[in-house]
């Protein structure tokens, strides 16, 4: 074989050895580029997973917050609840002491009339009794001074009359003197009955008035 035959078959090995190093390195730049490719969307993919996560952490603490609220706001609706139930529970018993106020009331009331209505009775049969007894005392005055302007016109009329006849030892008026006693020398008390004129009538004793000096 000549030198020249083998220079060409190098070459046409070195060629192929070219070609085939080509072709890989061919290969290798198209899986690099597709791992470009590949490293690009996982990385597109993975940035749009970090801001579902971030949007899934935003969500979640929301509905953390959102339900801290609702457990709040549950909790003040249960509160409200039962302030309601206790103002209702106020109320019914105001209503209940203001009805027995008011009917407590309504008796001291009418107690209080019933009182004063007996007080006013007391005071008016009082007022009856004291009249009734001014009436009589007006009427006793009265009386009291008729007699005693009559006892003053029996007295002035008294002085105007003779001495009345009144005998010691028979103890009698309007009989006869002491003097002309028929008894004047022997005194039997057991005789004065008879010695009353026959169908002469039995004089009363009468009482004699220290004040007035006047007898009946």
Request: hydrophobic share 30%; proline share 3%.
């Amino acid at each position: 074989m000549s030198e020249k035959t083998e220079l060409q078959n190098k070459k046409k090995e070195l060629k192929k050895i070219i070609e085939e190093k080509t072709k890989i390195i061919t290969d290798i730049e198209s899986k690099n580029l597709e791992l470009k490719h590949v490293l690009t969307a996982n990385q597109d993919l993975l940035h749009q997973k970090e801001k579902e996560c971030e949007a899934y952490k935003a969500e979640t603490l929301k509905t953390d917050q959102q339900s801290i609220e609702n457990l709040k706001l549950s909790q003040v609706e249960s509160e409200n609840l039962s302030l309601k139930s206790k103002v209702i529970e106020l109320e019914a018993l105001l209503q209940k002491k203001t009805a027995v106020t008011d009917s407590t009331k309504d008796i001291t009331e009418d107690q209080e009339k019933e009182s004063l209505y007996s007080q006013i009775d007391f005071l008016n049969s009082i007022i009856v009794d004291m009249r009734q007894k001014n009436e009589d005392l007006a009427k006793e005055l009265e009386l009291q001074k008729t007699c005693w302007d009559e006892n003053d016109f029996n007295f002035n009329e008294t002085k105007k009359l003779p001495p009345r006849l009144f005998c010691d030892i028979c103890d009698m008026f309007d009989i006869h003197d002491t003097d002309d006693c028929p008894k004047q020398e022997s005194f039997i008390e057991e005789a004065v009955p008879q010695l009353r004129p026959a169908g002469s009538r039995k004089l009363e004793e009468r009482p004699y008035c220290n004040n007035c000096e006047v007898f009946g």
